[in-house]
């Protein structure tokens, strides 16, 4: 058995079974990997993948299993090296981050400031992407962390530690008649169409949650991704933005108002995701330590490694 046999069937399950695309992000011969597969299963006396001709068609239930443990022998090797870089290299290396575009764009830039300046010499990657997205890529190891709200999606081989919480505004064009109200209710909110996140980002389901709890219809005129994409649409008069408080910022969106909406939604709390076991490297403490004050070393290890 051969770690390169491991890391290619991995990388199979991995790509939706597609062994051409495995041959070209691993920079090898298509026919090779085939070939090696075809030796492990000859070597454990077991088919790992269905097939139809030469095509892959599905994982067998032993496969599943060997394919689950060769991904924690990976990982296991990965975190060796990475166990030998923190003694030669204590201040150096890389850093990647999966978040969405709010937290990215709102919640990370002063900590990723002062994590640079501690760690000038730490490249930082950050990558974007849905709450779902973002735990595939801390799953798969492309990402070291992933930081979202909704955790819904979380697999079971992460860990996810709280890190603050937030509230929800109402964004609208200045001398909108909700500006005038005293109070906003829900009530209120649902005569107009609404422009929030699509349903797996940012809290979406408490919205929902509000509007269901009085039995309340909501009319949705635009779903994003992106908050900055939903201020854009609500100061074309397409309808209510109910958005990030962090993401609401008075000196720069001067054609809107931001009304308080704290009563009307339940808060979010924003989680950090790891990997169950991940060996880390002393800058990320400090990294989820400076955008997380209240989590230090020892509490992190402790759910790292909870049985």
């Known amino acids: 058995m051969k770690l390169r046999q ?48 030469k095509r892959l068609v599905a994982i067998t239930q032993p496969g599943k299993v060997i394919v689950q443990r060769a991904e924690r022998v990976l990982r296991e090797i990965e975190y060796i090296k990475q166990i030998g870089h923190e003694f030669t290299q204590e201040d150096a290396g890389t850093f ?12 990370l830039p002063l900590t990723i400031k002062k994590f640079k300046e501690q760690y000038p010499n730490v490249r930082l990657r950050i990558h974007q992407g849905d709450p779902e997205q973002i735990a595939e890529m801390v799953i798969s190891g492309v990402a070291d962390v992933g930081i979202a709200s909704e955790t819904a999606h979380m697999h079971k081989l992460l860990v996810t530690l709280p890190c603050h919480t937030w509230d929800f505004c109402v964004v ?33 389901s408490l919205i929902n949650k509000a509007f269901t709890e009085k ?60 990997h169950k076991g991940k060996y880390l490297r002393g800058y990320m403490y ?18 790292l490694h909870a049985e």
Do not use: W
């Open 96 to 107: 990647s981050i999966a978040t969405t575009h709010t937290q990215a764009r709102y919640a």
């Open 286 to 303: 400090a990294f989820i330590e400076l955008f997380a004050p209240h989590l230090k070393r020892k509490t992190i290890d402790e759910t």
């Open 6 to 53: 491991l890391q290619y069937i991995c990388e199979v399950a991995r790509r939706g079974l597609n062994v051409s695309t495995v041959a070209e992000v691993l920079h090898t011969a298509q026919p090779g990997i085939s070939t090696q597969i075809r030796l492990l299963e000859q070597e454990l006396k077991v088919k790992i993948f269905e097939r139809n001709g």
């Open 215 to 274: 039995n309340l219809m909501t009319n949705m005129a635009l779903t994003a991704m992106d908050s900055d994409v939903i201020k854009t649409y609500v100061e074309l008069g397409l309808g209510v933005g109910i958005l990030a408080t962090m993401a609401f910022d008075e000196k720069r969106d001067t054609d809107l108002v931001s009304i308080n909406a704290g009563h009307l939604f339940e808060s979010n709390t924003t989680h950090i995701g790891l």
């Open 172 to 204: 609208t064009p200045p001398n909108h008649p909700l500006t005038k109200e005293a109070s906003l209710t829900i009530e209120q909110l649902a005569k107009y169409p609404l422009i929030t996140y699509d349903y797996s980002f940012a809290g979406r």
